[in-house]
């Protein structure tokens, strides 16, 4: 159209430039090439010297599979001694540890978040101020001294197992621990073998899942249809079934094992040792701060009309919390509490501190016995990757479903 | 039809008011802010605290348990605690093997750093009445209860002097002329060169000529060498990786994702067991010089992260912007999309120096460097203060309480004042 555009001078470098004019070393590919070949070099250089630096002549994981020589403290439904046992057992008892510990702290870390990030926006002045100084404090507070802080007031402010709290015969709190009744197997029915007990748990779980999907299935049609469906009876219902046929046809008896003293120990029952409690107490704490400022955050976030809109069609305080405003403020955050589940995976490396045996305590044991830190690390490394990838899968999961949702 | 309303007599209509007793009617909120206090406070009261029967009981409850809170802390406090696990270890807790004799290295480093704390507030705030209240406790709460061990009155005076040089450098900034955007730029450019010299100046006047050796570092000083080194090291780090990560150039793009998402993946522990297992192999034996290295690399690849989230929060015509007014790669960088990016990403930096501040006490698990937490431990492992574990970790506890909560407050100061979060 215009007689001019072949006229002007072609832009030095850009798409359109013909590159017969451009001189080599201002043309865009060219320079791209330098620039990345100059940033290999000096990439290469570094990783050079490291790698000469580093000691490699025994580089190898041959040293896992040799006998433990040492026993951990933090068993759970695995029996393992440091005679027969290898140094690779040895670790991966101290990733089931890590994991619980893991498990229990993002429980109780989601429930106090949430529960002090609603506080926090109570109209209540003191339960505010209250919820405001619980955030304040365990925010800005090293973990660390949380956590020994914890252990030392398990320790030394607990009494001694002589003169035990005892709390109907049901807890028990002393230093040596806090003793809860825990379910165990005791014999079948039919007189099946204790580990039944498992294939029931998971019959049970497999059942809550169905009848999770049922309900889902049957308020679907329920919203589509405008008819009752009783997805909450339906679901109850199928777990209630399945879970007493299940039952029937395994035949396994529980019983609840309540805690008693033998002595100077905690004998049956479910023993949490100080080192798990303190650790778990600092991550809950600590955690939960940060949980509770990104709920008050992302209910902040909403829009004020949601709260009228609830109050305006008589919804109760509650129901306004758990019907309207919580379920918009999940889609936000669920990004910030992914984060906050993979700090918890990464912060339960500080139960070297209490001397709680988890995946980093052993492995630095394992080093300490054999050397090899170099392989150590990189197994320490590849242990905590793979349960943050864990955490996030399941975190993209429930993301996915909270934001699929139709309003 | 017929329901229509009576026309009012003219004596039924309302009489108005008598002249010089007429009163201004005002909105309803102005209307109750008019009564007086006693009254608002009842009403205040009754809506805070006691709006309904639940409301009440919640009140009455949690009135309960912060007075049990209370009595609790008070009880531990003056009562139940022996403090003289930390007034006998004041200088062990603040600076360990720090030789004494070299103490004024201390007090002068610390009385540098209030004076330029001083210029950048000046500089980059103003500072209010609250805040500088709070700058002067903090101080005198963390140095005057450590530092008191044998010279109690150079101490003081030190203290004081320290403080003075705060408030100096804040009234310099006064008479700085703020009108012309030239003159801003070139304050704050001096002002942010003086603080980018200030951790090497600090680090002179503690080593050289006869001074400490890093191996001296130790205690509360530790701490506060070790967190400014982390986060200054970490952000030298961070930008340019923020600015590989976001690059065009596959090696580089691949290489510095690569490094940050290694990094991220494992816990300080575990890179704190690199630097005392195998960067010994590769930097040297000095377990200090290799902590502030693995805390520079640590600090970095977080910090990486929030300034590539500033560089996408960037709307694109930024970037076609300085493309259009024909600037190079390298100008457009550093004078329109670095500038921005790094506003944007203040806050999380801030929140990942307060992050670094208290994992500086990690150093003690792994490496038995003796900071803070470290020479707490050792306090308590003397025999007399073998029962005083809970008022040791209480004392660094709040140590670290304080000085991580100015800190956040500070930050929010400073990102109001620079309008940070706002469009």
Redesign the interface.
């Known amino acids: 159209m215009s007689a001019q555009a072949p006229a002007s001078p072609p832009s030095p470098g850009g798409p359109t430039g013909s590159s017969t004019e451009v001189p080599l070393f201002y043309r865009r590919g060219f320079r791209n090439v330098l620039q990345q070949a100059i940033y290999v070099a000096a990439t290469a250089i570094v990783a050079w010297y490291v790698y000469t630096s580093l000691d490699l002549r025994e580089f190898g994981f041959g040293f896992l599979s040799d006998p433990a020589g040492f026993a951990v403290g933090s068993q759970w439904l695995i029996d393992v001694d440091g005679v027969t046992n290898s140094r690779l057992t040895m670790y991966l008892v101290g990733v089931w540890a890590s994991i619980r510990a893991v498990l229990v702290a993002i429980l109780l870390s989601t429930i106090v978040g949430v529960v002090v990030g609603v506080a926090r926006l109570s109209s209540n002045f003191l339960v505010s101020k209250m919820a405001m100084l619980f955030v304040e404090i365990f925010r800005n507070t090293p973990l660390l001294v949380q956590v020994v802080l914890w252990y030392a007031i398990l320790l030394v402010g607990a009494p001694i197992i002589q003169n035990v709290v005892n709390v109907g015969d049901f807890f028990f709190l002393s230093n040596r621990g806090i003793a809860i009744p825990w379910p165990v197997p005791s014999g079948g029915l039919w007189g099946v073998p204790d580990w039944f007990v498992g294939v029931w748990v998971i019959a049970l779980i497999v059942a809550g899942l169905f009848a999770m999907r049922v309900r889902a299935a049957r308020q679907e049609r329920e919203r589509e249809t405008g008819q009752t469906h009783y997805s909450n009876r339906w679901a109850f219902s199928i777990f209630a079934g399945a879970a007493l046929i299940s039952f029937l046809l395994l035949g396994v008896v529980v019983s609840i094992d309540r805690p008693i003293i033998d002595g100077t120990q905690y004998a049956e029952g479910m023993v949490v040792k100080p080192e798990f409690a303190a650790l778990v107490l600092g991550l809950t704490a600590y955690t939960g701060a940060f949980i509770a400022e990104i709920v008050r955050a992302s209910i902040q976030a909403l829009p004020r009309g949601q709260t009228e809109a609830a109050n305006s069609i008589g919804l109760s305080g509650y129901q306004r919390l758990s019907l309207i405003i919580l379920p918009q403020a999940l889609r936000q955050m669920i990004p910030s509490v992914t984060n906050q589940y993979l700090n918890v995976n990464k912060n339960s490396s500080l139960a070297y501190a209490v001397l709680y045996d988890d995946l980093f305590r052993v492995a630095t044991v394992v080093q300490n016995k054999a050397g090899h830190a170099l392989e150590m690390f990189f197994i320490i490394i590849v242990t905590y990757m793979l349960i943050s990838f864990a955490i996030s899968a399941v975190m993209n999961v429930l993301n996915a479903r909270v934001t699929s949702h139709r309003l | 039809m017929s329901e229509l309303p009576p026309i009012p007599r003219p004596e039924q209509l309302p009489l108005p008011q008598p002249p010089g007793q007429r009163r201004i009617v005002l909105p309803p909120h102005r209307e109750r802010a008019r009564r007086p206090w006693s009254v608002r406070a009842r009403e205040w009261i009754r809506?805070?605290?006691f709006?309904s029967p639940g409301?009440t009981t919640?009140?009455i409850l949690?009135?309960g348990?912060?007075g049990i809170l209370v009595a609790g802390v008070i009880w531990f406090v003056f009562f139940d605690a022996n403090w003289n696990v930390i007034t006998a270890n004041r200088w062990l807790l603040f600076a360990g093997s720090f030789p004494r004799d070299e103490a004024w290295r201390l007090w002068t480093s610390i009385a540098v750093v209030m004076f330029l704390i001083g210029l950048a507030y000046g500089t980059w705030s103003s500072l209010g009445r609250r805040d500088s209240l709070f700058i002067v406790l903090t101080g005198a709460f963390v140095i005057f209860l450590m530092a008191h061990g044998g010279a109690a009155i150079w101490s003081s005076i030190w203290f004081l002097v320290a403080i003075g040089l705060l408030y100096v450098g804040y009234y310099l900034t006064i008479w700085m002329p703020r009108e012309t955007s030239m003159r801003r730029v070139w304050q704050q450019r001096v002002v942010g060169g003086l603080l980018a010299v200030s951790l090497p100046l600090v680090l002179i006047i503690l080593m050289a000529n006869g001074g400490a050796t890093t191996r001296q570092f130790d205690g509360f000083v530790l701490n506060l060498i070790l967190a400014p080194v982390g986060i200054v090291g970490g952000l030298v780090i961070a930008i340019p990786l923020a600015l590989g990560r976001a690059s065009t150039?596959?090696?580089?793009k691949w290489?510095c994702t690569a490094y940050i998402e290694?990094v991220r993946?494992?816990?300080?522990?575990?890179w704190l067991?690199?630097a005392l297992?195998?960067l010994t192999?590769?930097i040297g034996d000095n377990l200090i010089i290799n902590t502030m290295v693995v805390l520079a690399v640590f600090t970095g690849a977080y910090m990486a992260e929030y300034i590539r989230g500033g560089l996408q929060a960037l709307p694109s015509g930024q970037y076609e912007a300085a493309q259009a007014v024909g600037l190079t790669k390298m100008q457009s960088m550093q004078l329109i999309i670095l500038p921005q990016a790094l506003r944007i990403s203040i806050p999380p930096i801030v929140g990942q120096a307060?992050a670094i501040w208290?994992?500086t006490?990690?150093v003690?698990?792994?490496l038995t460097l003796r900071e803070l937490?470290g020479n707490a431990d050792s306090a308590i492992a003397q025999s007399e203060f073998i029962?005083d574990?809970?008022e040791a970790?209480?004392f660094?506890?709040v140590v670290?309480?304080v000085v991580?909560?100015m800190m956040?407050r500070v930050s929010q100061r400073l990102e109001r004042a620079q309008g940070i979060g706002e469009r």
């Open positions: 809506r805070n605290l709006p409301g919640l009140t949690s009135a348990f912060l150039m596959r090696t580089i290489t290694i993946g494992a816990p300080l522990l575990g067991f690199v297992f195998i192999d590769v307060i208290k994992d006490t990690l003690t698990i792994i937490k029962p574990r809970i970790y209480v660094v506890a670290f309480w991580a909560f956040s």
